[in-house]
């Protein structure tokens, strides 16, 4: 039945299928862009709200093991929060179970009850939130609300969780609408494209139509020589009883173009597709010949080096090189290249400013049909950025707040890796407990605003008197430590107690206050009263008690076990 009909129909028909096909994959394809952009959207406030509520939780965990009160446990955690401030678009909100505002980018918001605030579509907003957060839950909530400095509601999606401990909701959100905008300007375009080429096919498919009326002979003969090569010209068909042998003559040219055609859009589409990526990557993107000699860069290339492509190109990408790695680690990478076709890692390179960077690079090895490397794909990206937040995450997370010094975490990590050293050198070490004596009073008779700044003063005394390879904590409250590593003589550690019990002792002067404290030292050695770091904390802390108990004060000396006599001096 098929066979009987108009051969110009047929062509049509087959037009109208592709061309739906098309339609059908293009708003697949731009459905899919737009919904993994919300994903990416939501995730970005997922993991913004993660890490504000992992900062919380570190000053909760304060708080509950007695280091710090409720009320400054809260303040430090909003302090913590508010550091972590990505832009006028992106920032983390706090607000308590009233719902009062807690902490926010916009200042005058601070504070207020925002229970009667509605979004632009008249839903109780921050209600909708203490619903979803309750119990340390959470959820996604789509609305719209203006952008900071701006009256015009616009499509937003906030991600919000609970933290059950304080009453607290946590808050992060994305704006949307430039994701939809983008979605209707591609779709416009695409269905500009589509009647264009709708038209062009229509247009092709009449000139085929006409082009197949002349004579069954004179077309086959003329087949048969383009077929060979030749250039002809294609005469019109005069008689309908030759259509068979016109048709498979036909059927063959035909496939021939149709092929070819195939062949050169997909082609086409592929470098337009290519082309649209290499310049819109937000990474550095730089290609590489057989000699390794730089052929293409991307955009990114330059904002990220400072090079323009005039500069680097024909030139060796040594160009970047910083020189903070040896031969060794190039001929490394060279190596893994040559015998895996890739390699990806960490590496310092130098901008045309002078300015050295890390980044994350990734080579891939371009081959050719017999396997050979006749060019190189890097791509790169800065991540000084990322690094210089790893670092400061890092070191907040082991150093105190107030004084600076390590922590009880880093301080018995450190205690651990001294003993191992010491262990493997056959040397000795020694632990120096001290606690304040008077301090509590002084705290409690003129607050917090003297208290501290006299923490402050102990520690950096603390600092002065010992070597700069002396580790220094405070362990919480009024109680510090210190680790001297490598100790000679047991006379050594007496020694720096005796430093510390004198220079703490010295008057605290701050204004026209006048603080007098006293310090307790307690010494252990290993492994003469320990191997373990609770094991020498334990012995330290023992003997100062033990000496209190003795109604003696200073230094105490550890025995050879916790529960031991100690010498008092």
């Known amino acids: 039945m098929i066979g009987d009909l108009r051969i110009g129909f047929r062509l049509s028909f087959t037009v109208v299928i592709l061309l739906a096909a098309l339609a059908g994959v293009s708003a697949y394809a731009l459905h899919e862009i737009r919904d993994r952009l919300l994903t ?119 991600y919000v969780e609970g933290f059950a401990p304080w009453d607290w909701t946590v808050g992060a959100g994305a704006y949307v609408d430039d994701i939809d905008a983008a979605y ?61 042998d016109l048709m498979r003559a036909l059927g063959d040219f035909k496939r021939h173009l149709s092929e070819k055609e195939q062949f050169r859009e997909a082609h086409d589409s592929v470098l337009r597709e290519a082309g649209t990526v290499f310049n819109l ?44 790695h040896d031969k060794a680690f190039y001929a490394a990478m060279w190596e893994q290249l040559s015998s895996g076709g890739s390699w990806s890692g960490e590496v310092w390179n130098r901008a045309k400013s002078g300015e050295v960077f890390p980044e ?83 705290a409690d008779t003129l607050g917090r605003a003297i208290g501290d700044p006299v923490l402050s003063v102990m520690a950096k005394r603390l600092r002065q008197i010992v070597r700069a390879d002396d580790v220094v904590a405070r362990l919480g409250g009024d109680e510090f430590a210190v680790i001297i590593p490598m100790l000679q003589h047991e006379g050594n550690a007496r020694f720096v107690a005796g430093k510390i019990v004198s220079c703490l002792a010295e008057p605290v002067i701050l204004g026209n206050t006048q603080a007098q404290i006293s310090a307790n030292v307690g010494v252990a050695i290993h492994p003469h009263h320990g191997t373990s770091p609770k094991e020498l904390l334990s012995a330290a802390d023992h003997a100062i008690r033990c000496s209190k108990q003795a109604g003696r004060s200073g230094i105490a000396m550890a025995e050879a076990a916790p529960s031991s006599a100690i010498r008092a001096s």
């Open 281 to 324: 990557i937000s990474d550095a993107v730089m290609v590489t010949d057989r000699r390794n000699h730089i052929k293409l860069v991307n955009p990114a290339f330059t904002r990220i080096t400072g090079f323009a492509p005039d500069e680097v190109i024909g030139r060796s990408p040594s160009i970047l090189s910083s020189g903070r």
């Open 360 to 442: 994350w690079l990734s080579i891939v090895a371009i081959r050719d049909r017999a396997g050979e490397a006749h060019g190189y794909v890097a791509t790169f990206s800065n991540i000084a950025e990322r690094k210089r937040r790893e670092t400061r995450m890092r070191w907040q997370a082991e150093h105190d707040a107030l004084t600076g010094l390590a922590n009880r975490v880093h301080f018995e990590t450190a205690l651990a890796v001294a003993l191992s050293q010491a262990r493997q050198t056959g040397s000795e070490l020694a632990v120096l407990f001290i606690s304040l004596e008077g301090f509590k009073e002084v």
């Open 184 to 244: 209707d300007e591609a779709a416009r375009r695409f269905g500009l494209f589509a009647l264009l080429a709708g038209l062009a096919a229509a247009l092709v498919a009449w000139l085929v139509g006409v082009g197949i009326t002349r004579p069954l002979k004179q077309v086959t003969r003329c087949m048969t020589r383009l077929a060979a090569g030749e250039s002809v010209e294609v005469p019109q068909p005069a008689r309908g009883d030759e259509m068979g």
């Open 40 to 158: 990416e959207r939501q995730s970005q406030s997922r993991v913004m709200v993660r890490g504000a509520i992992s900062q919380i939780a570190r000053f909760e965990d304060l708080e509950r093991n007695g280091s710090l009160g409720r009320e400054q446990a809260q303040s430090e955690a909003i302090r913590a929060v508010n550091s972590l401030y990505f832009g006028p678009d992106l920032y983390v909100w706090i607000n308590d179970s009233r719902p009062v505002v807690l902490a926010h980018p916009v200042q005058a918001i601070i504070g207020r009850d925002v229970g009667d605030i509605r979004d632009a579509d008249g839903r109780p907003l921050f209600r909708e939130f203490l619903r979803l957060s309750a119990a340390s839950g959470h959820g996604t909530v789509t609305y719209r609300w203006p952008r900071v400095n701006d009256d015009v509601p616009r499509l937003k999606i906030s």
